[in-house]
C-alpha cells in the first residue's frame, strides 16, 4: 500500500487526510497539499486545514456480451409449447397434462 499525501494537512503537523493505493498501480499523481482560502460560518478564514488535490485515472471496465435466447410470444405455436412443457424434467407430483400443471402453480 502506498500513502500519497507525504505532508501534514493540518495547521498542527497532523494528516488528516489519506489517499492510498496499491504500491503497483499508478492511479494517482500530482499530490499538492493547498491552503483553500475557506472561511468559517463566521466569516473568518479557516486557517486550520488545507486540502489535498490530485489527479486520479480510472479506467471503466469492458463490457460483458452474453447471448440470450428467448421465445418470441408472438410466434409461439401453443400445441408445441404444451409439448415442450410436457417433455421437460419439470414435473410437479407426476403431473403430465398441462392444462392441470399450470393449474397447480
Do not use: C, W
Not at 492510498?20 to 486557517?47: A, H, M
Not at 488545507?50 to 460483458?64: E, G, L, M, Q, T
Not at 421437460?88 to 402453480?105: A, R
Amino acid at each position: 500500500m502506498m500513502q500519497h499525501v507525504k505532508e501534514p494537512i493540518h495547521v498542527r503537523g497532523h494528516t488528516l487526510d489519506v489517499v492510498i493505493t496499491r504500491d503497483t498501480v499508478d492511479t494517482v499523481s500530482n499530490v499538492v497539499v493547498t491552503d483553500p482560502g475557506l472561511s468559517v460560518d463566521s466569516g473568518n478564514i479557516s486557517k486550520d486545514h488545507y486540502a489535498v488535490i490530485f489527479n486520479a485515472r480510472a479506467s471503466k471496465p469492458a463490457p460483458v456480451s452474453k447471448t440470450v435466447t428467448f421465445r418470441k410470444l408472438r410466434e409461439i405455436n401453443i400445441e408445441t409449447f404444451k409439448q415442450d412443457i410436457t417433455e421437460s424434467e419439470i414435473q410437479f407430483e407426476n403431473i403430465h397434462d398441462p392444462e392441470t400443471l399450470v393449474k397447480t402453480l
